[in-house]
Every structure is written in C-alpha cells, then in structure tokens.
C-alpha cells in the first residue's frame, strides 16, 4: 500500500492545481434531484490561486437549473496516463460576468457560444472547494506498471503511490 498525506494550505491548493491541470475535463456532478446526481464532462476553465475552479456553462441548460436548485457539487478528475486521480466536493455559484468571461476565455469556447464572451448563454460557474481527496503516483505510469508486475512476481507490494485529503 502507498503512503498517506494529507496536504493543506499553498502545498494543498498546488497539487489541487497540478492535478486538475494535468487532467482538464473532469465529471461535473450535480444534484438532479434528492436522490441522483447527474454528471458531465466539463472542460476546467482555470483553478486559481485560492483553489476556486471555474467552468463555462449555458444559462438554459438543466446543469444550471440543478445548481439554481442545489448548488452542491462533486467533481471527479481522472488523468489515467499518469495514475493521478481527484475528487472534490464543493460549491457552486452560476456568474453573468463579461470581464471573467474575457479573462477566462479561449477559442474553443467559441464553439459553443459563438458571439464570444458576452454571449447571452453564457454564463460562469465557479466551484468553491469544500473537501478533496486525491491518489497519485510518485512515478509515470509506466514505472508504476512495472512496479506492480514485479511486485506480483515477488509476492512483495511495490506501490509507491501516494493518497490523502487536500484541504484548500
């Protein structure tokens, strides 16, 4: 078994960064109602320096009205070709803001709101952290995959892997 470290504060919100960096579209988890979430691939935006993500999203869309609703989330981030993985719960906040919008912005986007950052559709989410938990890898993924086959053959865990709870 790996090692376990909990890790807050600047150490916890750059490796919430590097992971979520390194991942980019995660399963954006709403509340559709009481008793299911409903999930989607979102493409992250940015995750700033405080730990706050931020995703684009369309005013009409049920994503929205399930915030509008509840506006808890769970979010989970998998980046398999390096064996890091994260969840984070936390809450969201649906912004009509031009400026962030800009600042925010890439030519991709436009794909999707097609008159550019002040389209009329277009509105921000930002996610605010509540709790996160993270397992990654001390080593790329192959060396990870030569370590467990080895480990295999030796009868010996070779796991190197690190877990544990990021506090933002």
Known sequence: MGDYKNL???????????????????????HADADTLSARPMSTQDVDD???????????????????????????????NSSEYLSISGKATILKDEQKAKELWTGWVKTWFTEGPNDPELTIIK????????WDTKHNKMVSLVKIMAGAIIGKTMDDSVEGHITV
Do not use: H, T
């Open 8 to 30: 807050s504060d600047k150490e916890g919100i750059d490796k919430l960064k590097e992971l979520v960096k390194s991942a980019d579209i995660c399963m954006f988890a709403s």
């Open 50 to 80: 405080d730990g706050i993500l931020w995703f684009f999203s369309q005013a009409s869309s049920n994503k929205n009205a399930e915030l509008e609703a509840d506006n808890r989330v769970q979010l989970f981030y998998a980046n398999k």
């Open 127 to 134: 996610v605010e952290p509540g709790d996160a938990y993270y």
